[in-house]
Nanobody, 122 residues
Framework: VQLQASGGGLVQAGGSLRLSCAAS????????MGWFRQAPGKEREFVAH????????DYADSVKGRFTISRDNAKNTVTLQMNSLKPEDTAVYYC????????????????WGQGTLVTVSS
């Protein structure tokens, strides 16, 4: 699976951005898809993930109620809608895929995209 993230940019605090991740391959619907982020000087951290069917999602506490993950299996895409953005959301955002499991640790993910930078100004 190859992943290509896009949609990052500069936004003011309180604003919104929509990230997209396009995936290659014919078995996209069988993968759990996740979003992670890495702020400058910090470790990469879990943001959200969604099951292959889209039936279940989970979020980091820091983004609950503000971010929404969704997927379109017909288009092989997963989206992260980010609202009420805060300066602390500034990071490079990565999409990732895993074949099995539902854990949050990044080492459990099998495939990674190249990342897209989100900068939130105060």
């Amino acid at each position: 699976v190859q992943l290509q993230a896009s949609g990052g940019g500069l936004v003011q605090a309180g604003g919104s951005l929509r990230l997209s991740c396009a995936a290659s391959g014919r078995t996209f619907s069988s993968y759990v898809m996740g979003w992670f982020r890495q702020a400058p000087g910090k470790e990469r951290e879990f943001v959200a993930h969604i099951r292959g069917s889209g039936s279940s999602t989970d979020y980091a506490d820091s983004v609950k109620g503000r971010f929404t993950i969704s997927r379109d299996n017909a288009k092989n895409t997963v989206t992260l809608q980010m609202n009420s953005l805060k300066p602390e959301d500034t990071a490079v955002y990565y999409c990732a895929a895993r074949r099995t499991g539902w854990g949050k640790p990044l080492y459990e993910y099998d495939y990674w995209g190249q990342g897209t930078l989100v900068t939130v100004s105060s």
